[in-house]
């Protein structure tokens, strides 16, 4: 069974541009989770995606955004982007139909702003 | 609002020697509780969880963790490691809503297990 993928591996960008990412869960998984790991921040919750809808979101600025596409995957973009933004970005994803939600990752996008 | 503590940044060790790596959490209510490991330019894979029942919970690679409610603890530990241990390990929290369903995960900042010859 094929693991959560993302694309790019990596990601180069000047500051004040823009950058998508792009995630495809496990098959049968319909939530979709986005978490930023940057350097002395640790790993942090960015969004939560379920059956379409943005259904939470963590303590990020709204130039952090995404999508959830009805095969599923995903995309996050972030606009103007800062030299803050630079970090491993995380996809997860999760199996429907369960109360518990555990999260299985992808290897992740390494983005580095100019 | 969930948190997570793990206690030591950095864990050196020897091959074959016994490992314990600590995780202290705060939360108001239930939570469900995981260990990933991240290797060297890796995403996280998933080595154990508790959700409910036993406390002591076997994962992958020979890891096992203790859920202790009373401190509030979720303690990693493996008997004998080896050199393809070295990596980080994340302890991370889920709060139980009312619903009985959880969502976002509360990481600890990790710790980092060298294993030498």
């Known amino acids: 069974e094929a693991g959560v993928t993302q694309s790019p591996t990596h990601l180069i960008k000047t500051r004040g541009q823009q950058a998508t990412l792009r995630c495809s869960p496990i098959?049968?998984?319909?939530?979709v989770y986005w978490y930023q790991q940057a350097l002395g921040l640790g790993l942090q919750f960015l969004l939560w995606?379920?059956?379409?809808?943005?259904?939470n979101r963590g303590n990020f600025p709204p130039r952090f955004s995404g999508r959830q596409f009805p095969n599923y995957s995903s995309e996050l973009n972030v606009n103007a982007l800062e030299l803050e933004d630079s970090a491993l970005y995380l996809c997860?994803?999760?199996?429907?139909?369960?109360?518990?939600?555990?999260?299985?990752f992808g290897p992740g996008t390494r983005l580095l702003v100019l | 609002a969930q948190s997570v503590t793990q206690l030591d940044s950095q864990v050196p060790v020897f091959e074959e020697a016994p490992v314990e790596l600590r995780c202290n959490y705060s939360?108001?209510?239930?939570?469900?509780l995981f260990w990933y490991v991240q290797y060297p330019n890796q995403g996280l894979q998933l080595l154990l969880k508790y959700l409910s029942g036993s406390t002591l919970v076997k994962g992958i690679n020979g890891f096992e963790a203790e859920f202790n409610k009373s401190q509030t603890s979720f303690h990693l530990r493996k008997p004998s490691v080896h050199i393809s241990d070295t990596a980080e390990y994340f302890c991370?929290?889920?709060?139980?809503?009312?619903?009985?369903?959880?969502?976002?995960?509360?990481f600890g900042k990790g710790t980092l297990l060298t294993v030498n010859p």
């Open positions: 997860a994803s999760s199996f429907p139909g369960r109360s518990e939600k555990t999260q299985y």
């Open positions: 995606y379920d059956e379409g809808e943005e259904r």
């Open positions: 939360s108001s209510v239930s939570v469900y």
């Open positions: 991370a929290v889920s709060e139980i809503n009312s619903g009985g369903s959880n969502y976002k995960l509360t």
């Open positions: 098959s049968g998984h319909t939530s």
